[in-house]
């Protein structure tokens, strides 16, 4: 698995032996069966020991997920109907009195005859139930991971951690634990303990799917870097540009907020635009509304956003409620930006995305900061659609709680003035450069995007009361 060898930097090494631990069902096996299936594809000769599920229900049970085991060597050692109807028993690496149907001689026999070069033994924890003690489970398990190493195995043996049947001293047996849950928001995976190499730590989504298994590393922005021109970025809107004094800079973070219907998303789609007559690409992923709503509103306005996917411009994800992890959003952008070039990224909106992705809320504000810290390093520039509660009155910049990531705070408002409707934009806040401080009247027309001149006549628009000035120095007096 990709995600997986980038978690362990490239793989787990050769020659040693490594615990997958879990509970039971959170896929510990599947996990196996992709080792031993990536040997295979590699010419390797490959050994699943199954101590629990028979070969065949190992088989359909892959078959399910897309995986076929029929290069892999098996040695069934799961019990049989036969051994309850007598009552058997068998001893595992007894002394050397045992019978020669022991399973040390199976293992001992189908280890010399295949000399594998990856082995997965599966559940191992299964050895605990026909030793005497604890003592002798130790021995014989520490026994037989160095007779597999010397035979030239790299080893992978799960166990199922229970309350009545702890596995904690099987970590001390091994090389490296690698350790799966299941939770509210989906699988997890993490790397306690890995020797010999540096490991990328942190707490990994893991996706069981039809036809595939994949694990999403958790984003380290430190870990990417790339050099960029720190210019600025227009809108082509000449208007907004002085408002921002050209615009808003590559690789900065620019929070569009404002109430419903304002036109937040038209404003970010505006970047994308001027962007796509650069030769640029840039993506969106909508979590608030459809691609087919997105499409229809942005041609009423002579937006070419059709043309613009056409020409892979522009990329549209909609983003289906709880579809996503965290961190499996974070590896669709990463996609995204390292194998397309990606240069402008609109997440549309910031609440959508807190309700949308897995997780607890609080996690998903931090997930959001680290994804755009990744995206900055990468020189992406990066807008965020916020709505704010309020139509109209008192003015409010942002409600997420994320105003501290933004480098650009743009903001549009709805007024009532004297029974009409209108609309306003302004900068709240931009780190790079200075900007206008003042308001403009802001219009979507079907020619796109207009802004006016300053709104120098109207006086407390931030306000629950926007009046002109007339108005005002009459209520003065």
């Known amino acids: 698995m990709s995600g997986l060898d980038e978690v362990l930097h490239g793989g787990l090494i050769a020659n040693r032996s490594y615990l997958v631990r879990g509970e039971p069902g959170t896929g510990k096996t599947i996990l196996g069966t992709h ?181 999403f590393p958790e984003l380290q922005p430190s870990s990417y870097d790339r050099e960029f021109v720190a210019e600025s970025i227009p809108s082509g809107v000449p208007e907004m540009d002085e408002l921002l004094h050209g615009g808003v800079e590559r690789g900065t973070i620019t929070v569009i907020s404002g109430p419903t219907g304002v036109g937040k998303t038209t404003t970010g789609t505006q970047f994308m635009k001027e962007a796509a007559d650069r030769g640029e690409r840039s993506v969106v992923y909508m979590f608030e509304e459809t691609k087919g709503t997105f499409l229809r509103r942005s041609e009423a306005i002579d937006m070419p956003v059709r043309q613009m996917l056409e020409r892979d411009a522009l990329n549209v994800h909609e983003i289906e409620a709880l579809d996503f992890s965290p961190e499996e959003f974070a590896h669709l952008v990463r996609e995204d930006v390292e194998a397309h070039d990606t240069s402008i990224v609109m997440i549309d909106g910031i609440d959508g995305y807190q309700l949308s992705l897995r997780g607890e809320e609080s996690g998903l504000v931090r997930k959001l900061h680290t994804l755009c810290r990744y995206l900055k390093n990468m020189g992406v520039t990066v807008i965020l659609v916020e709505e704010t509660e309020a139509v109209t009155g008192r003015f409010t910049a942002t409600e997420a709680g994320i105003s501290y990531l933004a480098d650009n705070i743009v903001f549009l408002q709805h007024l009532e003035l004297e029974g009409r409707m209108r609309k306003a934009i302004g900068v709240l806040k931009k780190r790079t450069s200075d900007f206008e401080r003042t308001l403009r009247e802001f219009r979507i027309t079907e020619r796109g995007i207009e802004v006016g001149e300053s709104l120098t006549d109207l006086r407390g628009i931030l306000s629950d009361a926007p009046t002109t000035r007339v108005r005002a120095e009459e209520q003065d007096d």
């Open 35 to 215: 080792f031993l299936k990536a040997g295979a594809d590699r010419s390797e000769t490959v050994l699943y020991v199954n101590l629990e599920e028979t070969t065949e229900d190992i088989k359909t049970n892959a078959a399910t997920l897309g995986i076929d085991l029929d290069d892999v060597a098996f040695l069934d050692l799961s019990p049989d109907s036969e051994m309850f109807a007598h009552n058997q028993s068998y001893d595992i690496f007894a002394p050397s009195e045992v019978e020669q149907s022991s399973l040390t001689d199976a293992v001992t026999e189908r280890v010399e005859d295949l000399q594998p070069d990856r082995v997965f033994i599966d559940p191992i924890t299964r050895l605990r139930h026909l030793t005497p003690d604890d003592h002798q489970f130790r021995q014989q398990v520490i026994a037989f991971m160095q007779y597999l190493r010397e035979a030239g195995a790299t080893v992978v043996f799960t166990s199922q951690n229970t309350e009545s049947i702890p596995d904690d001293d099987l970590q001390f047996m091994s090389d490296g634990t690698i350790k799966i849950d299941l939770g509210e928001f989906g699988r997890t995976v993490t790397v306690p303990k890995f020797r010999g190499s540096q490991i990328r730590g942190g707490t990994h989504a893991m996706r069981i799917r039809d036809e595939s298994v994949a694990v």
